[in-house]
């Protein structure tokens, strides 16, 4: 239930949005060529997609691409009202107020990911930023175009700057370039990334269990013991094609910890890999 709405235009479009809800509630998103940034001012906020769902406390957000649809945010845990700040993304507008050339965060990233939400950790420099917007809403009257044109230029620069960076390029770059990849293009590109299976699956945009799902009918594998395979695999070629470091290769490899890329490797091959390399190249 809504209990008290209000919004800021810009251009004639929705821009900003502080909505006040009262559990039970239910916000829906709409199909459009718009990507939307969600501030949890109070309360917590159950974000639903597919399979899976995410808990957003106060003070955390969500980026989401609102081209896709069906998804959607519910209350959480508590028990009093919710308070969401959004700030919308019109291609369009952005379009208009970057006349010359788009900032980087809005370019096509070079890495295949069909991700379209992601969290965004408790910021302090986001956190002051929602805080301005409030002033706006209680002093309308000194809202005017270009003061809202500064606040989206601000809002896109502090996301550019934030530890889930790419995350926020890979989502609002899909406004300029919709660029759908196949789950094998996703895979493949990021196989030999550090990144977990859940990482994996965001970027496919599937939750983990469709993701599992959709790899074991394509790989005929789980996705844990197929990439480990691959990147062990890689690793024993690079050790005997390069003269690189161990520690060099396995990370390249994806390979976060060298204990573990040790053992993995004697447990397939049946020696480590200082001996591989020594053995094979005698």
Do not use: W
């Not at 390069?242 to 447990?267: E, P, Q, V, Y």
């Amino acid at each position: 239930m809504v209990v008290d709405y209000q919004k800021i235009d810009l251009f004639g479009k929705s821009f900003i949005q502080k909505v006040v809800l009262k559990p039970p509630f239910q916000f829906a998103f709409p199909v459009a060529d718009q990507a939307c940034f969600l501030y949890m001012l109070k309360g917590e906020m159950h974000y639903q997609f597919d399979e899976d769902s995410v808990e957003i406390p106060t003070n955390h957000s969500l980026l989401l691409n609102c081209v896709h649809s069906g998804r959607q945010i519910q209350e959480s845990k508590s028990n009093g009202n919710g308070e969401v700040v959004i700030v919308t993304f019109h291609r369009e507008i952005l379009k208009k107020i970057y006349q010359k050339e788009l900032p980087f965060v809005l370019q096509q990233s070079n890495k295949a990911s069909n991700q379209s939400s992601g969290t965004m950790n408790n910021d302090f420099l986001i956190q002051k930023y929602v805080e301005g917007l409030l002033f706006y809403f209680e002093n309308p009257s000194l809202v005017h175009e270009e003061i809202l044109i500064l606040k989206l230029k601000e809002i896109i620069l502090l996301l550019s700057q934030t530890q889930d960076a790419y995350i926020v390029q890979v989502i609002l770059s899909q406004l300029f370039s919709p660029i759908t990849y196949t789950f094998r293009q996703v895979i493949e590109e990021n196989i030999f990334s550090q990144i977990s299976v859940g990482e994996l699956a965001q970027k496919t945009n599937l939750s983990v269990s469709s993701f599992k799902r959709e790899f074991k009918k394509l790989y005929n594998d789980s996705p844990a013991n197929y990439i480990k395979t691959e990147r062990l695999k890689r690793a024993a070629e690079l050790l005997l094609i390069s003269d690189n470091r161990i520690t060099d290769i396995a990370f390249d490899c994806g390979f976060n910890d060298l204990a573990n890329f040790t053992k993995s490797f004697h447990d397939k091959y049946g020696t480590t890999p200082s001996n591989y390399r020594t053995t094979i190249l005698r």
